[in-house]
Every structure is written in structure tokens, then in C-alpha cells.
């Protein structure tokens, strides 16, 4: 027999964070009632359960993917290999979104995935006429469900960026659209996660080219884009801002002192 105290026990470090975790998904308990309850024996399901999660885990599965949630901006969403699993840097872009939108604005977020960031905003801001897009329309169904369990009012489309925008226009358009170049080595850690979110020509800009490009016709005046972007290609992406005709444009960086997310305005 295997008590819950002995699994925890036999878990080191990192590890160890990922089968409290794991297990309490399993068992549908807290972290502080695993710690109250170690004594609880498990079944050998339970055992059986935990022990082929932490296989899928110890070969590079993410754990979100494995308890099929993710928090993000205090929020629980629903994510699966569909969609990216939102990462804590991704914050600074809703932050740069917020302080961009005018009372009762409207917002576009490109490329959504799991519905992160437009969430994010509609919590913060539920005065703001919230759009939200993506290619894929099963990730827009994980969307969809994390708004409709989360109460929030966003109108979501099937979308290759502006595609079928003809005619709208928004205060601020944000986005985290995929940024990695094709053969970036990082590629091999994030083997689980849909490469189609993540990976953008030669040199990882050919979406944020179009995004930035694109953008324009798509702003109110005086409107703001903000994207988020790999670490080093702060400049690049500025120069593609400036060639677009875009004014006061700056860059934030994430919490590595990285600059993740560049805006600029019409």
C-alpha cells in the first residue's frame, strides 16, 4: 500500500512539484490537503493513475496538459494540445493591453489560442467590447469554453489574423502570435505544444511581419498595437513598427530583464 505522505516523499525538487500536483488533479484535492491527509492510502487505480501520469511528465509532457488547466492572471483556463499553455511573461502583455484602452474601447486579440489574454482583459475591463481570433478552430472551441465557464462576453472568429475584419476597427489590437524561427534548438523542449502556435518562418518574424503590417487598416486612430515577441528580436520588431508607420514605440521587458513586448501607436 502506498500512502500519499510516502509518493510525496519519494518525489525530489522540481519533481516533486509536479506529483503534488499531478496527484491532487488525480484525487481532486488541494496541495494543503494532500500535506493534511498524508496518511490517506491510495488505491491501486490511484497509484496506477499517478504513476502513468508521471510517466507522460518525466518524458517532457507539460503538466497543464496533463490536468488539462492552466492559471493565468489568477484565472483557471482550460488548455490541451491545441493551444499554447500560457506562460507568466505573457502578463506584461496584458498589463501594456490594459493601460491602452479608452473607456468602453474595443480590443482585437489576434491569434487567442486558449483565451488568455482577451480573459485576462475582459476581467479587468468588462466595459471593453472584446473580439478574440485564431486559425485553429479547435483551440477557439477551448476559447470559447473557458468564456463561457468564466462568464465573460467576447465574440470570438475563425481567423487568419485580420481575415474577414473588413470594415471593423479597434482601440487597441493585441497579440501573441507565434515567434519561433524553425530551427530554434528550443523547438526540442516544446515538442508537445501545437507547432503551428509557435513557429514563424526562417527567422520567426514572417506572422509578426503580417501582424504589424496589417494593422493599420484595422486601428482606430490613435490606436494601439502591442504584441509580444521572442527575447531578441526587440529591434527587429521595432523597425518593423517604425516601417509601418507607427509613433511612440517602445519596448517592456518580461521578469528575465528580456524585452518581450513591444507597442506602438497610429
Same mark, same amino acid.
Given at each position: 500500500?502506498?500512502t500519499?505522505?510516502?509518493?510525496?516523499?519519494?518525489?525530489?525538487?522540481?519533481?516533486?512539484?509536479?506529483?503534488?500536483?499531478?496527484?491532487?488533479?488525480?484525487?481532486?484535492?488541494?496541495?494543503?490537503?494532500?500535506?493534511?491527509?498524508?496518511?490517506?492510502v491510495?488505491?491501486?487505480?490511484?497509484?496506477?493513475?499517478?504513476?502513468?501520469?508521471?510517466?507522460?511528465?518525466?518524458?517532457? =509532457?507539460?503538466?497543464?496538459? +496533463?490536468?488539462?488547466? *492552466?492559471?493565468?492572471?489568477?484565472?483557471? &483556463?482550460?488548455? !490541451? #494540445?491545441?493551444? @499554447?499553455?500560457?506562460?507568466?511573461?505573457?502578463?506584461?502583455?496584458?498589463?501594456?493591453?490594459?493601460?491602452?484602452?479608452?473607456?468602453?474601447?474595443?480590443?482585437?486579440?489576434?491569434?487567442?489560442?486558449?483565451?488568455?489574454?482577451?480573459?485576462?482583459?475582459?476581467?479587468?475591463?468588462?466595459?471593453?467590447?472584446?473580439?478574440?481570433?485564431?486559425?485553429?478552430?479547435?483551440?477557439?472551441?477551448?476559447?470559447?469554453?473557458?468564456a463561457?465557464?468564466?462568464?465573460?462576453?467576447?465574440?470570438?472568429?475563425?481567423?487568419?489574423l485580420?481575415?474577414?475584419?473588413?470594415?471593423?476597427?479597434?482601440?487597441?489590437?493585441?497579440?501573441?502570435?507565434?515567434?519561433?524561427? =524553425?530551427?530554434?534548438?528550443? +523547438?526540442?523542449?516544446? *515538442?508537445?505544444?501545437?507547432?503551428?502556435? &509557435?513557429?514563424? !518562418? #526562417?527567422?520567426? @518574424?514572417?506572422?509578426?511581419?503580417?501582424?504589424?503590417?496589417?494593422?493599420?487598416?484595422?486601428?482606430?486612430?490613435?490606436?494601439?498595437?502591442?504584441?509580444?515577441?521572442?527575447?531578441?528580436?526587440?529591434?527587429?520588431?521595432?523597425?518593423?513598427?517604425?516601417?509601418?508607420?507607427?509613433s511612440?514605440?517602445?519596448?517592456?521587458?518580461?521578469?528575465?530583464?528580456?524585452?518581450?513586448v513591444?507597442?506602438?501607436?497610429?
Amino acid at each position: 500500500m502506498t500512502t500519499v505522505a510516502a509518493r510525496l516523499a519519494a518525489a525530489r525538487g522540481e519533481a516533486r512539484r509536479d506529483v503534488e500536483v499531478l496527484l491532487g488533479h488525480l484525487l481532486g484535492r488541494s496541495r494543503a490537503w494532500l500535506y493534511a491527509h498524508g496518511e490517506c492510502v491510495l488505491t491501486d487505480a490511484q497509484t496506477e493513475g499517478l504513476d502513468a501520469l508521471v510517466a507522460r511528465r518525466e518524458l517532457g =509532457e507539460p503538466v497543464a496538459y +496533463l490536468t488539462g488547466r *492552466r492559471e493565468f492572471w489568477g484565472l483557471e &483556463l482550460e488548455v !490541451g #494540445p491545441e493551444t @499554447l499553455v500560457p506562460r507568466p511573461d505573457t502578463e506584461i502583455l496584458v498589463e501594456q493591453c490594459l493601460a491602452h484602452i479608452p473607456v468602453r474601447g474595443s480590443v482585437l486579440d489576434v491569434g487567442t489560442g486558449a483565451g488568455a489574454v482577451v480573459l485576462a482583459v475582459a476581467r479587468e475591463r468588462p466595459d471593453a467590447c472584446l473580439t478574440a481570433t485564431d486559425i485553429d478552430p479547435d483551440a477557439l472551441a477551448v476559447a470559447r469554453r473557458n468564456a463561457e465557464r468564466l462568464g465573460a462576453a467576447v465574440e470570438f472568429l475563425v481567423a487568419d489574423l485580420y481575415d474577414g475584419l473588413a470594415g471593423l476597427r479597434f482601440d487597441v489590437i493585441v497579440s501573441n502570435p507565434p515567434y519561433v524561427a =524553425e530551427h530554434d534548438p528550443h +523547438l526540442a523542449t516544446l *515538442r508537445f505544444e501545437p507547432r503551428r502556435a &509557435l513557429v514563424a !518562418g #526562417p527567422d520567426g @518574424l514572417a506572422v509578426l511581419r503580417r501582424l504589424i503590417a496589417g494593422a493599420p487598416d484595422v486601428l482606430e486612430p490613435g490606436g494601439w498595437l502591442v504584441v509580444e515577441h521572442g527575447a531578441e528580436q526587440g529591434a527587429s520588431v521595432r523597425t518593423l513598427f517604425a516601417a509601418s508607420g507607427f509613433s511612440s514605440i517602445r519596448s517592456e521587458r518580461d521578469l528575465a530583464g528580456h524585452e518581450r513586448v513591444t507597442l506602438g501607436t497610429q
